[in-house]
């Protein structure tokens, strides 16, 4: 029998063995303690490189099969308790109102977006690779309802015999990655699963189960990046090129091939991270969308409407320019349309505020003095309350408190804004019953979260401003954890609201007497609250300019921002969204633009002038492309930045004169760095599948990476089955670099250098 695969199913048996006990095989014969019992399985020869049928108490099996029996994993059982779980969550939205949103895969034709992921995890059944799927979308775009909604359904067709697999989903956000095995293993004993987290891997690997990461997105920022990949490759690595994984992100743009590089650190079980990664897309909903959820609301006679389409024009004119921000978001449109079927409703520019605003009026209708009937606490007090609340979260780096630390917050609340004892037990006791806040059963205890992740960046973000506005030292605070793009987004609005001036802002995020490690995670959440309030902001600046020190701007969104008359010193910008954005007069000190992402439609500067690559390090053209396109050459640079408008000295950098030959394998090399983005291996399998091989100019772009370093050969096992397998030497962002001259990697100039002489 195929050793390889013997030693595969000693590794599934050891997943599910007793701790410290060994699993034997003998022949056909598998033997293991289980639950202290000795268990045997006997395995039928097979000359094939697959796994064979097994006999297990005298019944005859296919080897899936005997995995997820009730012997073993027992996944009808766990299916059968899944969907009930998930549609406990503050995910799930109820059948009768939930509609499919679309989604699409790179380039592909747009499609229901549950077909599509559920196509894409059946095909990696087939495909020698782990299939790594990352769900992209806005916030409030409909992610973790349709995860959830689609690990319910999927359950609930494993029960009936309708599909192969189970779909695991993990709720990961609040909780860093790093203990991505921790997460496993607390909703599997909330699932009272048969197996442990050691497990997952085994039945990922056979396509039994799918893991689903919602939440992956919390720690795109700094360092969280590293650690968010570094979480996901240690799991993958236990696949062994096999199974599916499902992770969300937030973010728009997000460097996904930095996997790659992770994958370089565990180079002694690189064969182990044999992967391919598909970026799907959840696009905002349209009319259609639209239409279909007034209809199964009931609404569509809302605001005095005759018909969907008479619904859907009534909302467009009531809601005026904040049209665009509501009704393609669902999170925004399930709550105004609830709200709106309740009574009249007064929407303000924000959407979140207006809803928050409904909901808190009605909380202060609603928890009045039995005796006097006023209301116990004013809508300003509600926030407050709410907003002590999010702030503990964010100290404990949770979602989640139990009812004891919401009683003691909201005592603590209580005293702070000076009401009765009898007014505050009130409080207290109706704390853990309100509008914003759900129960949640986190095993043996009960905890509270905030019914929407927005709930909770509204209320964090206001925590954050008042800091910013009062004398409170902010550095412990913005050092603890690492902040979204949302919560930074609400912070900025809450100090305009408040009528913060932008200088006083600047002066409390100087940040300084950290450690290394909390000083670079503080620059950086420095750096997104920044970028957010500048991108609001429009109010005046002060007439000397603004001056901005030792912040970090990592993917920090500036796009549509309208910039004068500041310095940026000492700063680091990495791929800074810019589309949009009009920037002039801005001055660059010991400051680098890496890698912005720019549109020559929509991208302006002015009275701005840059050194390349001494200013600016490569550029992301998003020209309308799925992808933005990297180009570091440095006179491909400074041309794109003199079509922005900016100020480039002639004479840096010069333009290098190419042949045509050399042109067409530029190109060939540009095709293949795309294409390893999204995987760690190729064979030449994939070469033909990706259409790389018709290119003549393939085989000296091949010859050329071997001959200076960057390419490597080797044997590798794919299910069972031995292949010769391809993998670069280096990062494929380091490769792009080389193109501009500035790869520190000896073999990747000299490579460019021979390239570009052809």
Sequence with gaps: MNTAILDMIRIDMSSFADPLTEVTITGTSVEWTQSRARRRLVLQPTDAAEFPDVVYNDKQMSYTQFLASDAMADLRGLAETIAPYVQSTSSFVREDEYIDVRAQLEEDEAGTATQLLSRLVQESIRIPKTTLVFLRGSAGGGKSVLLAHWAAKQARAFVAGHSQQVLLYIDAQGRSLARLDEAMALILQDLRAKFTYQAVATLTRHGLLVPI?????????????????????KFMQRLNGMGAIVASARATFFQYSDIGNVARRFADMSEKLDYEIKPVDVLPWGDEELKAYLQRKGATTIFGATSPEDAVNRLRDRLGEAAKDILTNPFFVRNMVDLAMQGEVKFMARPLEAIVDELIAREVHKLRDNTSGLPILTAEQHRFLLEQLAEEMWWQETRTLDEPTVR???????????????????????????????????????????????????????????????????????????????????????????????????????????????????????????????????????????????????????????????????????????????????????????????????????????????????????????????????????????????????????????????????????????IMKHTFF????????????????????????????????????RRGTQGRVRHLTVPVSSLEMGEGDIAQHPGIQSFWDELRNL
């Excluded at 700094?222 to 996901?232: Q, T």
């Design 213 to 233: 990461v919602d939440g992956f997105d919390e720690l795109l920022g700094m360092g969280g990046y590293r650690e968010a990949f570094s979480s996901l490759a």
């Design 408 to 674: 003691t917050v909201s005592e603590i609340a209580a005293d702070a804004m000076h009401i009765t004892t009898d007014m505050a037990s009130k409080v207290i006791f109706r704390s853990t019953a309100h509008a914003m806040l759900k129960v949640k059963d986190d095993g043996d205890s009960r905890k509270l979260e905030f019914t929407h992740e927005y709930y909770y960046a509204l209320f964090v973000g206001r925590a954050i401003a008042r800091r910013l506005q009062g004398g409170d030292d902010i550095s412990d605070f913005l050092a603890r954890a690492n902040l979204s793009a949302v919560v930074a987004g609400e912070v900025a609005a809450a100090l305009i609201r408040l009528e913060v001036p932008i200088e006083q802002v600047v002066s409390r995020l100087v940040l300084n007497r950290l450690t290394f490690a909390g000083l670079e995670s503080a620059r950086s959440n420095a750096g997104m609250i920044l970028g957010a309030l500048m991108r609001q902001w429009n109010g005046q600046l002060p007439e000397c300019g603004l001056e901005i020190r030792l912040v970090n701007f990592v993917n920090v969104d500036f796009s549509d921002s309208n910039l004068e008359n500041i310095t940026f010193e000492n700063c680091e910008f990495i791929r800074p969204d810019l589309r949009g954005a009009n920037w002039s007069a801005i001055r660059l000190v010991n400051t680098k633009l890496v890698l912005p992402v720019v549109d020559e439609r929509t991208t302006r500067f002015a009275n701005i002038r840059f050194l390349v690559p001494d200013d600016v390090v490569g550029v992301l053209l998003h020209n309308g492309e799925h992808e933005p396109r990297p180009e570091y050459e440095p006179a491909k640079v400074a041309a794109i930045l003199q079509t922005l408008g900016a100020d480039v000295p002639a004479s840096n950098p010069t333009k290098r004169v190419l042949s045509d030959r050399a042109e067409r394998h530029i190109e060939v090399m540009h095709k293949f760095l795309r």
């Design 682 to 717: 190729f064979s030449e399998d994939d070469i033909v599948n990706k259409r790389l091989h018709t290119q003549r100019e393939w085989d000296t772009v091949q010859q050329l990476m071997r001959k200076h370093g960057l390419l490597t050969e080797g044997a590798i096992s």
